[in-house]
């Protein structure tokens, strides 16, 4: 009764919010990307590809999470070649990295459909997967309830449940406490994220903390060729100091923007990535404002050519970021310095042994912070001054900002393993020959 209480009010509310999802369909071109995905409808190229009795269903809400899968695909096909992939993600920028990360790893990339009975059910019955494996979080009702009944077993791998969360489960434990049993393995970052999955309603026995797998992230080396053109669209040479401010949301970019401006240190330049490439004219306009002589990525303003000087380079390009940490002096972590966000991954500069800087709204990733804080590679900053403060003492002393950075490289060395316990836990899931083999939907 709960469940078809929760599907009538989901068709009521998909009803009434019709016009608006029309209107954004209209107006914003990424809302049509994958639209027959969403509605359970995959392409005859893409269920070829799955033409096998071992299909995986990995899902990956967003680009964070995508890139922390790919090492998990890889070394589950390297142990098990046959396996065939089906790979969903809501996001287009999380698609996009998809397609290029997981390029020879990936057998069909697919938007996540909508979270309706007949719709998922149209895909489990296509796609016949034989486990489904969700990155951290987003657990979708009808999603969990279909598998389950299908006979598919559940597994999350890096699972994390927040405060906020976990407290809105237990408030309505009536209904999610039936979602989470049906979870067969609940892979959890920490301690804590294990602990709010049991209270969710995860079985006690289902669950195990094994750590963050975005720990075991080896970034490929850095293309140069990329690396020289991005230093001459900045103008960087062999003495600038360079800040990058990495995954940065509307509100933080004003605040940056002062901080930089206070800093007062010659030859210094800032690197601002927003993490919504549609923000990209609108940040653009907000540079220009400050009155600072910037360049995009992707084009040479004619002021910053004529004075082969720039203050501010705009990385207008997706996927690139991770690349452009490895020649940050200091990298600031957007989505924490304004509240409502909870920041974004804190390690893809400490990978490069890069200080790490981060706001006081930080919530997603609060037990890296902690990490990175107890070894000196992380700093806290809140308002533009502290983060004045902060950026002139990193770059005006070599020898703090290497030890700093030090300290960040460290805890990724500290924290290596969860992907070799999180590969094990899938295998012990596909050990068992007994699933529902279904018809396939053409």
């Known amino acids: 009764m709960k469940y078809l209480i929760y599907n009538i009010v989901l068709h009521l509310l998909l009803l009434a919010l019709t016009p608006y999802f029309l209107l954004r369909l ?18 005859s190229d893409k269920l070829s590809a799955l033409e096998s009795s071992s299909v995986i269903w990995v899902h990956a809400v967003s680009v964070g999470e995508t890139k922390a899968a790919i090492p998990l695909i890889q070394k589950l096909k390297s142990k098990q070649p046959e396996l065939r992939i089906l790979f969903s993600t809501i996001t287009k920028t999380g698609n996009d990295v998809a397609g290029s990360d997981g390029k020879d790893l990936i057998d069909a990339l697919i938007y996540f459909p909508l979270d309706l009975p007949s719709i998922i059910g149209r895909v489990i019955r296509q796609t016949k997967p034989k486990a489904f494996i969700l990155i951290e979080k987003e657990f979708w009702p009808n999603t969990i309830c279909s598998l389950h009944s299908s006979g598919i077993p559940i597994v999350v791998i890096n699972g994390s449940i927040s405060e906020k969360s976990a407290k809105r489960y237990k408030s309505l434990g ?11 393995t609940f892979c959890a970052r920490t301690d804590e994220d ?10 006690k026995e289902n669950a195990v903390t094994l750590g963050n797998i975005k720990f075991d ?3 490929p080396a850095p293309d140069q060729s990329k690396l020289a053109s991005l230093a001459e669209a900045a103008s960087i040479t062999r003495g600038t100091k360079v800040i990058v401010a990495g995954s940065t949301h ?9 901080a930089f401006k206070s800093i007062h240190i010659k ?32 084009s040479k303003l004619p002021a910053a050519r004529k004075s082969n000087r720039v203050d501010v380079l705009l990385l207008d390009t997706i996927g690139e970021l991770m690349s452009v940490y490895s020649i940050a002096d200091v990298a600031i972590i957007g989505g924490s310095l304004v509240p409502g966000i909870g920041g974004h991954n804190l390690l893809e500069p400490a990978y490069f042994n890069k200080p790490v800087l981060y706001g006081p709204h930080l919530t997603t990733y609060l037990s890296m912070a902690k990490l990175l804080e107890k070894s000196g590679g992380g700093v806290k900053v809140d308002g533009p001054v502290e983060i004045a403060d902060t950026l002139r003492e990193l770059l005006s002393n070599d020898l703090l900002r290497a030890k700093t950075g030090l300290g960040a490289g460290k805890v990724v060395d500290e924290n290596r393993g969860a992907l070799d316990k999180s590969v094990i836990e899938i295998e012990k899931l596909l050990s068992n020959k007994n699933q529902t083999v279904f018809p396939r939907i053409r």
């Open 26 to 43: 209209v107006t914003q071109k990424k809302r049509r990307c994958g639209l027959g995905e969403k509605f359970g409808f995959i392409g």
């Open 174 to 184: 009536f209904f999610f406490n039936g979602i989470f049993s049906k979870i067969n």
């Open 194 to 203: 294990r602990a709010r999955a049991i209270s969710s309603g995860v079985p």
């Open 217 to 219: 992230l080896h970034p």
């Open 250 to 258: 509307r509100g933080e970019e004003e605040m940056l923007l002062e």
């Open 267 to 298: 030859g210094t330049c800032l690197i601002i990535a927003p993490r919504h490439p549609e923000r990209f004219k609108e940040v653009e306009a907000i540079i220009e404002k400050s009155g600072l002589k910037y360049s995009r990525r992707t």
